[in-house]
């Protein structure tokens, strides 16, 4: 369990300080699988970096299955779960080829050759890039160098892995296959996920939603309830997608909707889908 | 020499005048092949025009050579074999140069921050306008206008120092920077992967609205199926680096066959209009 | 089939031969002595079998510098009482030792040229890194600061494709604002910022993938001291002596 107590971070000095995480309390258990939003500049990138120990907190602490991060050796025993692919991730590589960037982490882990080549196949295998495997990492396009570095960070088998906005250049399919495969290590093998995105469509697909505001949390629930408050989007300053907007749209006007899984149960005439659609267009076109 | 050649030929001696039919972009028989990877080319395009005031999405799944594709265009990447024509001639590379730059062409990629050197904001800025000779007088308009795009007030900036400036700031300053001369050719490679929602839609429809309205022609590289749905009247799809689709955006989606032929997922507006079509309603745009 | 290379042998035994060479490279003072000096070179580069075409290339804009700095030196060089004076070329004489000391140089930087050209080019960063560690890092108990050096090189070995990529990047996006070739201003500043955060980014990715430094890590592939290697390894040392032989007796 990812414990964060009383953390506070800012830049500056006393009286100057602009504060970017404020008194934030948080549990993060294994198994979840967890969707962070926020505006931009909310903290979310910081509060990544607090929970992998790059950053120290002002006041507070935060402990990694009970080891707590400001103390040097426990820390460096902690970041054998912790697994991270930034934003940039697949600019950055340990190696001429694939398989040697991927390896590096285990490698740095493990010192038997064989446990090291049967981590990096497991690591391919899952992502999927069996074929980019000798490729050189900085010759390949956006979307596969960031399935590189996925695959680089699972390589080491972490029980929590954050991912910030790291499926950006990803096409929805790829994206998709991407998720379910790593649920299924969640689900089997007990291990988090923490995935930081711009891309408001992708939350409903995560069991808990956290929105960060302006360095506090704000939300901490189903994603459900969340889609369905437009009035708490405008608060935490996000735009709601236009799937979601489509489905409150149709809450409001239809006997029964089920947004996550899109079935609607409509016994209206037709022409109701017609009018809705036709409005839901017209209020996008400016 | 191909028909494809020959009727340029003939359409560019006839639209002197750069009327709306002008070819602005010719890609004839375009291969690329990375040394990486040798046996795949990246890219396989058989025949590619963009006329002027002419806006196209180009789409496709990761690796399918989207990014070569719009290097290419703008001239930063020489193809191996092929023609390229920008507004008419053909794109001619001497023995070792490295690119092939026309003032009227525009590039944005991602992190358009990174290009920051100039001391002011109004500096950086302007700077791409003093090599286009445009007269000095109309460099603030310019520069405002390019502003207003991105939601900047230039009188405030104006004399700000570009590095004492937050993340999202200096972004906006880097997109201003590249739209400011208006290109005639403009490529946007996934300009907006990464920003949130609000402004992305902000800044993508100003720049569109823009394009049209000055006549430009425009080539965006994107993932997201309800900003082409929403402002494109064509698009291009590519897959292992061939044009598998050039149309219409609505006549794609409605296909039976759409995930076989561009190897996308359909999109959720696609699948709820289709949703919509089996229930026996039929929709209009 | 995999043709011997350079590229499949062992990093430690090239890092070696490579001291190697470049000993019996200076402890050659005699013909016979340049004649055993030459083997090492040849052999690398006769192994490193893929990139002929370019040693050429690097060899000739290498020696474009080193002849230019040795016609300096030959022109500048201090006349020793006793010495043959050639011809004159108004203030500056040339005399027949200025001359043999310049042709030893480029000979011997040309030895150097090929073994450290056919190495680079057959060795991959974090490669080299390693096998570099593995020799230096004894040194740490004795107070130096071995494993911090090599991590560092580690880093700056990483960092340097990524640095060309950047500059790259910077260049395309430069040269199509200005439509011609970029001021030297408007690439070397966004470099500098962005190489900045690139090497921090880079360096907290390193963290957090358990990088430590001065901890022993495990590779891929492993270290292989096989037959090949120790037939090479035993040439080496018998070359060392001869050459060292050589110098004494002759």
Request: hydrophobic content about 45%; overall charge neutral; glycine content about 6%.
């Amino acid at each position: 369990m990812i414990e964060l107590l009383d953390v506070s971070f800012g830049y500056g000095q006393d009286d100057k300080t602009h504060a970017v995480i404020k008194d934030v309390n948080l549990q993060i258990k294994s198994g979840e699988k967890i969707a962070l939003i926020g505006h931009n500049g909310s903290g979310k990138t910081t509060l990544i970096k607090l929970c992998l120990g790059l950053l120290s907190p002002k006041s507070g602490r935060i402990l990694v299955d009970g080891l707590d991060l400001s103390n040097r050796r426990e820390l460096q025993k902690s970041r054998k779960e912790l697994g991270i692919i930034f934003q940039d991730s697949y600019m950055h590589y340990f190696g001429s080829t694939v398989q040697e960037d991927v390896a590096f982490g285990p490698s740095n882990y493990h010192k038997d050759s064989f446990k090291i080549k049967e981590l990096v196949d497991n690591a391919i295998n899952l992502v999927g890039i069996e074929t980019l495997r000798m490729r050189n990492p900085l010759e390949l396009s956006g979307g596969q160098g960031q399935l590189a570095s996925i695959a680089s960070a699972i390589a080491t088998e972490p029980k929590y892995l954050f991912m910030d906005e790291s499926a950006v250049m990803l096409d929805m399919q790829s994206k998709e296959l991407l998720l379910s495969r790593l649920f299924g290590i969640c689900k089997n093998l007990d291990k988090s996920i923490i995935y930081i995105t711009h891309d408001l469509e992708e939350i409903s697909k995560f069991d808990r939603l956290l929105v960060l505001c302006e360095g506090e949390f704000t939300f901490d629930g189903k994603p459900e309830t969340f889609i369905s408050s437009p009035e708490l989007w405008e608060k935490n300053r996000l735009e709601l997608p236009s799937k979601f907007r489509l489905f409150n749209l149709l809450m409001q006007r239809l006997k029964s909707a089920d947004v996550m899984q899109y079935h609607l149960e409509i016994d209206d005439e037709p022409g109701v889908y017609c009018r809705l659609y036709r409005d839901f267009f017209s209020e996008r076109h400016e | 020499m191909s028909r494809a050649f020959i009727a340029d030929c003939i359409e560019i001696s006839s639209a002197r005048g750069m009327n709306k039919t002008f070819p602005v972009l010719n890609l004839i028989n375009i291969t690329k092949t990375y040394p990486g990877n040798p046996d795949t080319p990246v890219l396989d395009v058989e025949y590619f025009e963009l006329r002027k005031g002419e806006q196209v999405a180009l789409m496709g799944e990761i690796g399918s050579g989207k990014t070569t594709f719009a290097k290419i265009a703008a001239g930063l990447l020489k193809s191996d074999h092929g023609e390229v024509r920008r507004f008419g001639p053909l794109l001619m590379y001497r023995r070792n140069q490295k690119f092939n730059l026309d003032a009227r062409v525009g590039y944005l990629s991602q992190k358009p921050e990174e290009q920051v050197f100039n001391s002011t904001v109004y500096e950086e800025i302007a700077y791409a306008l003093k090599f286009r000779h445009i007269p000095p007088d109309l460099h603030w308009k310019m520069a405002d206008e390019a502003c207003r795009i991105v939601d900047l007030d230039l009188n405030f900036y104006s004399d700000i120092n570009p590095f004492s400036l937050s993340e999202g700031e200096l972004r906006r300053v880097g997109i201003a920077s590249s739209l400011v001369y208006d290109p005639e050719l403009l490529i946007l490679d996934e300009p907006a992967a990464g920003l949130d929602l609000a402004s992305k839609n902000l800044i993508l429809s100003r720049i569109f609205k823009r394009c049209g309205s000055s006549n430009n022609s425009l080539i965006l590289i994107t993932h997201d199926f309800e900003i082409v749905l929403r402002y494109f009247s064509r698009v291009v799809i590519l897959r292992s680096g061939r044009i598998v689709y050039d149309g219409d955006p609505p006549d794609l989606i409605v296909r039976e066959d759409f995930e076989e032929v561009t190897g996308l997922r359909l999109p959720f507006i696609a699948r709820f209009y289709r949703g919509l079509l089996v229930n026996g309603t039929r929709l209009k745009f | 089939m995999q043709r011997i290379g350079l590229g499949n042998l062992d990093v430690r035994i090239k890092i070696l031969c490579f001291a190697i060479g470049f000993t019996v490279i200076f402890v050659a003072n005699n013909l016979a002595g340049f004649i055993l000096a030459t083997i090492i070179p040849i052999l690398f580069l006769m192994f490193c079998w893929p990139v002929y075409g370019g040693f050429v290339k690097f060899y000739l804009y290498s020696s474009i510098l080193l002849i230019f700095y040795l016609a300096i030196y030959i022109l500048f060089s201090v006349k020793e009482p006793g010495s043959i004076r050639l011809f004159s070329i108004g203030f500056f004489s040339i005399t027949r030792e200025a001359l043999m000391q310049a042709l030893l140089i480029y000979v011997r930087v040309s030895m150097m040229i090929a073994i450290v050209y056919s190495f680079i080019s057959s060795t991959k960063g974090m490669d080299a890194a390693d096998g570099l560690g593995f020799f230096i890092d004894p040194l740490s108990r004795i107070r130096i600061p071995a494993r911090e050096f090599i991590m560092a090189l580690t880093l700056s070995l990483l960092f340097a494709p990524i640095f060309i990529l950047e500059q790259q990047r910077i260049n395309e996006a430069q040269s199509i604002r200005s439509a011609r070739k970029p001021v030297p201003l408007a690439l070397l500043l966004p470099l500098f910022i962005s190489s900045y955060r690139r090497a921090d980014s880079l360096a907290d990715l390193m963290d957090t993938r358990g990088f430590v430094a001065g901890k022993k890590r495990g590779r891929l592939k492993p270290f292989h001291f096989g037959r090949l290697e120790v037939i090479l390894l035993v040439a080496s040392v018998c070359l060392l002596v001869a050459a060292i032989l050589v110098r004494i007796c002759l």
